[in-house]
């Protein structure tokens, strides 16, 4: 099945540094990729849908200036959390769309800001 | 009111006993619904997806959609410890256009199988 990659998989960083995560489609090209957030004992919430050669679309309340989100090509989509601080810990999820309301999730990024 | 609901849990279930998760969802364009498994610490995984009304089987899972009512289910029978995780209920409002996979995730029901 198809596979989605995220780099790192785990980040310790401290309060105001900037923060980039990637999200790879490794055997399948991604137009379109989904950026999720999820709080401990919480539910994925979607933040932003990242669109190859054009820019993001943001949730409501989601910063666009805090969470920049690239999609570089085909196959990758970043998101850098800027200035990052405490209350942006948290996992970070991708996804790609397969087809047939198929989705592929990578397996995550575990950001912890000090 | 939530997009999607997801009925309150934790869920403990004994050892090949039958788990019931449900969830409802408010958006009447709703076309596509998902389960999908969460272990802690991990991404989510798909185990069902249903379109239509009625019931849908694989292996020991059962999606139960009524679109009607707005609700959607899952069963599993001869529930394993190894089931134990978050079950998720996602919803796509709408199939292709501009959301397209774009989904909505419930809040999740904290499942336990107890040997």
């Known amino acids: 099945g198809a596979v989605v990659s995220q780099h790192p998989s785990r980040v310790i960083c401290k309060s105001g540094t900037s923060v980039k995560i990637e999200c790879r489609s490794l055997?399948?090209?991604?137009?379109?990729m989904f950026w999720y957030r999820q709080f401990p004992k919480q539910s994925l919430m979607l933040m932003a849908t990242s669109n190859e050669g054009s820019k993001a679309t943001y949730e409501q309340g989601v910063e666009k200036d805090k969470f920049l989100i690239n999609h570089a090509s085909l196959t990758l989509s970043t998101l850098t959390v800027t200035s990052a601080h405490p209350e942006d810990s948290s996992f970070y999820i991708c996804s790609a769309p397969g087809g047939a309301d198929t989705q592929y999730f990578g397996p995550g990024t575990r950001l912890t800001v000090l | 009111q939530k997009e999607v609901e997801q009925n309150s849990g934790p869920l403990s279930v004994p050892e090949g006993a039958i788990a019931s998760l449900n969830c409802t969802y408010s958006d009447r364009v709703s076309q596509s619904f998902f389960w999908y498994r969460q272990y802690s610490g991990k991404s989510p995984e798909l185990i069902m997806s249903?379109?239509?009304?009625g019931d849908k089987e694989d292996g020991r899972f059962t999606a139960q959609l009524n679109k009607a009512s707005q609700y959607v289910s899952l069963l599993i029978r001869d529930s394993q410890p190894s089931d134990s995780a978050t079950y998720l209920c996602?919803?796509?409002?709408?199939?292709?256009?501009?959301?397209?996979?774009?989904?909505?995730f419930g809040q999740g029901t904290i499942l336990t199988v107890h040997p």
């Open positions: 996602a919803v796509n409002a709408n199939a292709g256009g501009t959301s397209y996979g774009k989904l909505t």
């Open positions: 249903i379109y239509s009304n």
């Open positions: 055997d399948f090209q991604a137009t379109t």
